[in-house]
Every structure is written in structure tokens, then in C-alpha cells.
């Protein structure tokens, strides 16, 4: 405290009371008098963090001016925020709202400018692309998007249990039936160019599984007919697919699967098939199809070299 020992030194020491009272007292009146103009953004220094309570009457409509008093980064907004002590010019310090509702623009995505590659590397990208527009729900991929897609395969057949027969093979594999569900439909038709061999059917699969796994299972349900040297059956196939998925999208999968025409019957045969496709471009895949038919007039089997189109 200021210790005064004369009449003229009690004078002075109340003229510089005054004089910072009557600071205190402007620069408050200043804030108040822009209240009623149009926010414009005013930089402040947040000191510390306001009360529960409002700091006083007025102060809830809040709409700071203009002022060459404010120093700092924070924007005062007083339409909406958390109230701060903000710090101004000559010392003295106020409430204020300080807004915190606008987000950074660095916060609202990846922007091409930030990353440091070369465009044509993002162009060749797909993944890439995906992320700089938006961050993938992996979660959601797995439980809605195929790991497999639909293939159209045609290719050469050999038949060695009919004295090796050549001849045709034509398919189509998974039609998804109903946008992300697991009902897909399937068909195939093979002959041989001596006309001993002829197989040809349809079928619906109905995979149980996230359509995303690497692992998915089906059962099937459909018609198929068969004709060899020994036999001639058709009727309802019943059955199921196993699939498994190393590459996504279509990349490489392998199929296992196994049937049974007109089961129950005299004429009933049991059919095991194996499926391997690999991709050799994006469109593209090379695959090999195996099957064994069991009855009781005995084994028939047949091996596919095929192309397979990716839809």
C-alpha cells in the first residue's frame, strides 16, 4: 500500500486512483456501448473459465463491435459459447462469450494440398480416393459389401470317367438378387461334343454370414438335371457352399460345395464340386472347376478350364 506522509502527496496518490477507476470504467462502457451492433468478430485472450452463472445483466445478448482493444486468437462471439474472462487493452479485463461452435477448416477433411505424393500415384489410387473424400466405415463394408462379385465363366471341359470326353462348360455365379442381402442365384450348363455327357441346372444360395467375410457359408435350393452313359436324373438339388475369400473384391476365392439330386429317391445322386478363381486383370480371372457325381450305378466326374468375367 501507497504511504503518503503529506497533504500533497494524499492529493496525488487520490488523482491516480481516480484515474485508473475512470479507465476501468471506459473500457467497460466501450464493450457495452457496441452490445446492439452486428457481431463482427473481436480477437480476445481466454484467462480462465466464467462461473455457473451468467458474469451480469446485459450480458446474455452479448453482441460485441469493433474494438482496437481486444489482442489475442480466440474469436468472442456472444451469440453462442462458453463464457471466458477475456483479457483487453490497458490492463482490464471483462466476461465475454467465446464462440467454439465453428469448426477449423483443417478439421473438416484430408486436403489434397496437405499430402505430399504425387498426383498420379493418388489417381491409380482407388483406396486413396475413397479416404480423401471421406473416411470408409470399415464396420459397415464388412457387414454390406460383397467380398465376392459376380462371375460369368465359360470355358473347356474334359469328362476322364467318360473315356476323357471333351466339351463345353458355361456359368454365371452369385447374382445378388436383392441389393446387401446374401441371396444370390447361380446356373451352369456342360456337354460333351459326343453327346454322352450333359448337365445343366439353377439354383438360389442364401450366404448366412456378413456379406463382407472372408468365410461365408450357404445353403442352396434349386433343379438340376443329369445325363451320362449309365443314367438320366433330375429333380430338386438341395445342398450347401462353403466360400472362402484371401482377396477381397473379387481377387481369388475358393469354393466347396456339395449337393444332392433328387435325394431321397432310387434315382437320387450326390454331387461334390471344387472352384478355384484367380484374377489376372480387374475384370479378368482365370479359374479351374472340379465335380464328382456318386450314384448308385456308380462315379462320374469332370474338370473345367475356364475364363471368368467379374460383373
Given amino acids: 500500500m501507497l504511504r503518503c506522509f503529506s497533504p500533497f502527496g494524499n492529493v496525488l496518490a487520490g488523482l491516480l486512483a481516480l484515474g485508473m477507476l475512470s479507465q476501468t470504467h471506459a473500457a467497460v462502457a466501450q464493450v457495452r456501448r457496441f452490445a446492439d451492433q452486428p457481431s463482427s468478430g473481436i ?70 494440398n496437405d499430402l505430399d505424393l504425387d498426383p498420379d500415384i493418388i489417381q491409380d489410387s482407388p483406396v486413396l480416393q475413397d479416404w480423401l473424400q471421406d473416411i470408409p466405415d470399415i464396420a459397415d463394408e464388412i ?85 451320362t452313359p449309365d443314367y438320366t436324373t433330375n429333380g430338386v438339388d438341395v445342398g450347401f457352399r462353403l466360400m472362402m475369400i484371401p482377396s477381397r473384391g473379387g481377387g481369388a476365392d475358393i469354393a466347396l460345395g456339395q449337393h444332392w439330386v433328387s435325394p431321397g429317391s432310387r434315382d437320387e445322386v450326390g454331387m461334390t464340386s471344387i472352384s478355384v478363381g484367380y484374377a489376372v486383370t480387374p475384370r479378368l480371372r482365370l479359374g479351374t472347376d472340379l465335380e464328382f457325381q456318386y450314384s448308385r450305378l456308380g462315379p462320374e466326374s469332370r474338370v473345367g478350364l475356364l475364363l471368368e468375367w467379374l460383373m
Avoid: C
Avoid at 73 to 88: I, K, P, S
Fill in 143 to 227: 457387414r454390406n459389401q460383397p467380398s465376392f462379385r459376380t462371375r460369368l465363366r465359360v470355358g473347356y471341359a474334359q469328362f476322364p470317367s467318360s473315356d476323357q470326353a471333351t466339351g463345353v462348360y458355361v456359368g454365371v455365379e452369385d447374382v445378388f438378387l436383392i441389393s446387401g442381402t446374401g441371396l444370390t442365384a447361380a446356373g451352369s450348363f456342360s456337354r460333351s461334343w459326343n453327346d454322352e455327357r450333359e448337365s445343366f441346372g439353377a439354383e438360389v444360395r442364401y450366404y448366412l454370414l456378413p456379406l463382407g467375410s472372408y468365410v461365408n457359408i450357404a445353403p442352396t435350393l434349386g433343379y438340376r438335371s443329369l445325363e
Fill in 43 to 112: 480477437s480476445g485472450r481466454a484467462t480462465d473459465t466464467a462461473p455457473d452463472h451468467d458474469p451480469g445483466e446485459g450480458w446474455d445478448d452479448f453482441k460485441p463491435g469493433l474494438s482496437q482493444d481486444f489482442q489475442g486468437l480466440a474469436n468472442v462471439d456472444g451469440t453462442q459459447g462458453q463464457w471466458q474472462l477475456v483479457e483487453m487493452g490497458m490492463g482490464n479485463s471483462s466476461w465475454a462469450q467465446i464462440n467454439n461452435s465453428e469448426e477449423s477448416p483443417q478439421e473438416e477433411g484430408i486436403l489434397l
